[in-house]
């Protein structure tokens, strides 16, 4: 049986090669192109992904912004990194604080016990009791025999010491 096998060389043909790099080039160039649009689209409705987060809970903004001040606090260049990303990055921080906001706002429903939303407090669940079957051990088979076993020798422990220096802490976690 004959196995076809084409090894790779570089002595081909080179419009191949341009063609190959040229198509990449273009498709790394539309996923870019795509990316920005896709980011100019979210930088407009980021203003109002804000209000709908204020109006959801507010407290995930002044959250967000206490967290941002103590960074500025404990470090300036964090706080500033921080800043600067929120400055930059504004439309996915929005999208950030938006799906938190929704994220408080489903679990606070679950808490509260609304309608569509389990309560696990209180309530009990529906189940049905299934009959219990005793589980019958097998058949004994034939033991194999086995070779005596040997006891290995008993070590004693060494005894311990008393401590030099009475008046370590250390010691009394042995005890």
Partial sequence: MTQYRKDFKLGGNPINYIVGLVLAFLVLYGLFRLAGFVFNMILYISPLLIIATLIIDYKVVTGYLSWVVDLFKKNVWYGLGASAITFFAFPIVSIFLLSRALMKRQVKKAQ????????RRDEYIQYEELESRVIEEPKEQPQRREAPKQEAPKK??????????????YDQFFD
Avoid: H, I, Q
Wanted: glycine share 10%; no cysteine; charged share 45%.
């Fill in 112 to 119: 509260e016990g609304k309608p569509g939303y389990p309560s």
């Fill in 156 to 169: 004693e422990m060494p005894k311990r010491e008393a401590p030099k220096d009475e008046s370590s802490d």
